[in-house]
């Protein structure tokens, strides 16, 4: 009964390379939502995917970020060209179907991405 | 501007003593969820209010949903360390057309031995 996956939990990355998270939802669910947190803080919606498709990206800034969520395999966010402002800690959840619905969010346990 | 304001941000208090952490907001919520984090965790869901005036215990912990749905209260009855962390409130809500579940700031809680 595996709870929501992310990997890796610390990635440090220099300016101007990539960041490439990963995630797994929960089983069965099929919803996954990107979260980022700095610290002291709550979390900050980013986007927001099913199987195939991007449903809400109105969080995640339109240059640089980018997100998928194939048929096959996790959900990926991806960062190009980060800068020292990206790092913070991301977080994945997923949930069974939509919030409106009464559907439950489930949280990883995130990763730390460190921008030198 | 925060849709949803949680109140106090930081909380230092001695164990065996009482507190409520507060979630304000103008807009109508469908449910309302209460999460605590650990440091270098995930957020883990405590509950999830849906009616309004809704009341759910968990232990010592005490959860309210507003009568309109605006806003929801957290009590703990005789705070223990083990209660230290960060809560959050979540509340899910339509805006401009897509289904969201907007975060409060978070109130840092410290229980003090």
């Known amino acids: 009964n595996a709870g929501v996956m992310q990997n890796p939990r610390h990635l440090v990355r220099r300016r101007g390379q990539e960041a490439r998270l990963r995630c797994s939802p929960m089983?069965?669910?099929?919803?996954v939502y990107w979260y980022r947190q700095l610290p002291e803080e709550g979390l900050k919606f980013m986007v927001y995917?099913?199987?195939?498709?991007?449903?809400?990206e109105s969080g995640m800034p339109k240059e640089r970020f980018s997100a998928e969520f194939p048929k096959e395999g996790p959900s990926i966010l991806r960062i190009q060209q980060v800068v020292r402002g990206d790092s913070a800690a991301y977080f994945c959840a997923s949930s069974l179907g939509q919030v409106l619905a009464g559907n439950e969010q489930f949280f990883g346990p995130g990763t730390r991405l460190t921008v030198l | 501007t925060q849709l949803l304001e949680q109140s106090p941000q930081f909380l230092s208090i001695q164990e065996g003593e009482n507190l409520t952490v507060y979630c304000n907001s103008s807009s109508v919520f469908s449910s309302l969820q209460w999460y605590r984090q650990e440091p270098g965790e995930g957020p883990v869901l405590l509950v999830t209010v849906v009616t309004g005036g809704e009341v759910k215990k968990l232990k010592r912990l005490t959860f309210q949903f507003g009568d309109a749905r605006k806003d929801s209260s957290l009590h703990i009855t005789a705070a223990q360390p083990g209660d230290t962390g960060l809560y959050l409130c979540?509340?899910?809500?339509?805006?401009?057309?897509?289904?969201?579940?907007?975060f409060g700031q978070g109130t840092r809680l410290t229980i003090n031995p």
């Open positions: 995917l099913q199987k195939e498709n991007i449903i809400d």
């Open positions: 089983k069965g669910h099929s919803h």
């Open positions: 979540a509340g899910a809500l339509m805006i401009q057309g897509a289904q969201k579940l907007v």
